[in-house]
Each structure stands twice: as C-alpha cells, then as structure tokens.
C-alpha cells in the first residue's frame, strides 16, 4: 500500500482513500475530475479577481429629476417600493430636498410628497438596493418617472457578496433540479445510480444553498441596513427550501432499507421541487426587498457580467466535481457493504 | 461592520462551508476505505471492480 507523507493532518483512512480511489475509479476519469475541480477553483477566483477590480460600483446619483423634472414638479408623487418603512417621513428620506436620500427599504410616504417647483430632485440608492429601476408614480396624474441605473449601491463593496450569493443560489437551484430529474428517472427505471445521483445533488445543494443563505444577510446588512425579514418573501420562501432539502437527508437517514429508501426519497425530491419555483417566483409575485435578476433584463453592465459568469461557470463546475466524488463515495459504500456480507455470509469467499 | 468586512466574512463563510463538506466527504471515504481494508484483514475476497456507470 502505497504511503503519503505530509499529510498528517488529514483523517487515517488518507492513505486508504487514495488507494481505493486508484484501485476503483479509471484513470481517466480521476483525470477529469481532477481537471474539473481545478477548473472550477480557478474560475471562481478569477471571478472574484474581477469583482474586486474591474467592476465599477461607485456610490452613484441616481439624477432622475432632469429628465423628468417637467412630469413632477407641482405634482404630489409616492415613491412606490416593496416595503414599508417603520416611519415613513424618518431614517434616511431627509426633508432637505436637494439631495432626496432614499434608504434601500420601501418608502411609502404619507403623506404624500410636495415637490417644490422650479427644484431638481436627486435620489441616491435604489429601492431594494438592487440594479434596476426606481418608479415615481405621481398620484394627481398617470404620469410615471422611472430613473433607472444598472449599478448604484448604498455600499458598493458588500455588492461583491453578489459574485457568491447569487452562483451558489443558482447552484442550489440547478442542484435540486437535478434532484428533481434524478428522482423521476429512479422511479421509471429502479436504477440505484438515478438515487445515488439524486442523493448526491441535494447534499450538494444544500452546502450551496447554506452559502447562499448565510453570505445574503451579510449583504443585506449593508445594503438594506437589515440582515433578515421574515416577512420577506424571497429570504422566508428560501429558508423553507433549505429545510425541506434538510429533512430529505433527515428522511434519508433513517430508512434503512436501500430500495424502500430510493423509492421514498426519489418520491420526495419531486415533491420538495416545488419550494424551488416557489422560492425563485416569490420575488417577482410577492412582498419582498430581495431584487429578481433578469426582470429588467438584468441590469447589469459587461464589467459586471463578466466575473458574474465567471463565477457562475465556476460554481457549477464545483457541483459538478463535488456531485461526482459523491457519487463515488456511494459507489464505495455499496462496495464495502457488499464485501461485509459476503464475508461474513461465506466466510470470506 | 463596514462593506469590506462583510465581504471577508463572505469569502469566510463560502470557502469554509466548501472546505468543510469536502473535508466531509473525504473523511466519510476515508471511513468507508478502512471498512473495507478491515474487511478484507479478515479475510474477505477483493471485490470486483465495480461496473462501469
């Protein structure tokens, strides 16, 4: 058996590991594991090399009322937003009108806004905190402002969570849809490597989706000056996701019988798919502050998208390597189990 | 907390939670390669290699 030094400080099957692996996995598919968990690594850092020097967030003036000045002066406006503060005319909505501070937090004002006459308007921040749109919606008229700039954050370097938050929500979202197809394909064909494949995608889609979680109310205390709502739609739908896939391996655990086991989990992993599109629809549909990338046709400018696919590339590289050393590890187990049996059975034969 | 340290403990967080699922599965492989090495000690046949996916 061959030895490794240096590697103390790795668990003693180690060595054992290494051999099992030669012994049982084609070289050539150690390769491309190899090959794709480097590649993944490596895009996901050069992603984030990028977040950090090549996209321009600046804190930015959304001016909007030289534009539009003409629809909104004299006229009564409310700022329409997904929440509502605590104190509508307090926090950083400031009366000095020259320079309109909008915190990124719903702003219903009541009463409504006096724009003064003959004044431009400027609003610093964007409802929700989020590349897109700002609408004034004037209340004596149909008339409608839209002030719209694709990069303006109230702390443009907690911005660059997004680089994480969003592939690894993405990621979870692609992993527990594999689930989803793994299951139905284990159900039509019995075939133990459709659960193997299922159970493999939903450990992996947790780790991404606990990343997602946990790095969002991280932004979101910088950005929306709050870490979490559970009155928010998209952060709540999210949080039930990641306990029903929680419960999938909780469910996993304690059923011991390997075919009994497949049939109930494949069964499972269809029907918790559902809190999937629950949870990605919830902040086009629902009352939440989290903003839905692509509803305004993203937003995002190339300097932004550019370590954004990097990331995203890279991040689903990463499931993909982590689903197949998992899915080995499963092909180990059945080994394992299958020689203890026969031994113990047959005496060794 | 200002904007860079949420970022860092952004990083923190992504590439531990990373690290600590693959660390995870290495030792649940390492588990299950001294299983079968105790196994075979006691006198099991090597098994076949298993079949192709």
Redesign the interface.
């Known amino acids: 058996m061959p030895t490794r030094r240096g590697w103390s400080w790795l668990p003693s099957g180690e060595t054992v590991e290494i051999t099992v692996w030669t012994r049982y996995v084609s070289p050539r598919r150690r390769l491309f594991a190899t090959l794709v968990g480097a590649a993944a690594v490596a895009t996901i850092l050069a992603g984030l090399f990028l977040s950090l020097y090549s996209a321009p967030l600046p804190r930015t003036t959304v001016a909007f009322a030289n534009a539009h000045a003409a629809e909104l002066i004299g006229l009564e406006v409310r700022i329409v937003g997904l929440y509502e503060a605590a104190s509508p005319t307090s926090g950083a909505l400031r009366d000095s009108w020259g320079s309109v501070d909008v915190a990124p937090i719903q702003v219903s004002l009541e009463p409504p806004l006096q724009l003064a006459s003959g004044r431009n308007y400027t609003l610093t921040g964007l409802l929700g905190g989020a590349p897109g749109s700002m609408t004034l919606r004037a209340t004596e008229a149909e008339s409608l402002a839209t002030a719209t700039s694709a990069e303006v954050f109230v702390s443009p370097v907690a911005q660059k969570i997004f680089y994480i938050h969003m592939p690894t929500a993405w990621v979870a979202y692609l992993a527990f849809g594999v689930s989803l197809l793994s299951g139905i394909a284990y159900l039509r064909s019995q075939d133990a490597r459709w659960d193997d494949l299922g159970m493999a995608s939903v450990e992996a889609g947790i780790v991404f989706a606990t990343i997602a979680l946990a790095t969002g109310p991280l932004w979101g205390q910088e950005e929306w000056g709050v870490a979490w709502r559970w009155e928010d739609a998209r952060l709540t739908t999210t949080f039930v996701l990641w306990l029903v896939y929680i419960a999938y391996l909780v469910l996993r655990a304690n059923l011991a019988e390997p075919s009994v086991r497949a049939r109930l989990c494949a069964a499972y992993a269809i029907l918790a798919f559902v809190t999937v599109p629950l949870s990605y629809l919830s902040a086009l549909y629902l009352r939440t502050l989290h903003p839905q990338l692509g509803e305004t046709g993203g937003g995002l400018s190339p300097a932004m998208l550019v370590p954004l696919a990097l990331s995203l590339v890279g991040f689903t590289l990463l499931y993909a390597y982590i689903v197949g050393r998992r899915v080995e590890t499963e092909r180990l187990r059945r080994v394992a189990e299958t020689l203890a049996a026969r031994t113990s059975e047959g005496g060794g034969q | 907390?200002?904007?860079?340290d949420?970022?860092y403990?952004?990083?923190a967080?992504?590439w531990g939670?990373?690290f600590l699922?693959?660390l995870y599965?290495?030792?649940?492989?390492?588990?299950?390669?001294?299983?079968?090495?105790g196994?075979?000690a006691?006198?099991?046949?090597t098994?076949d290699?298993?079949e192709?996916?």
């Open positions: 907390m200002s904007g860079w949420a970022l403990l952004s990083y967080v992504a939670a990373l699922y693959l599965l290495h030792r649940r492989i390492g588990k299950l390669a001294a299983q079968l090495r196994t075979l006691q006198g099991g046949k098994p290699k298993p192709r996916s």
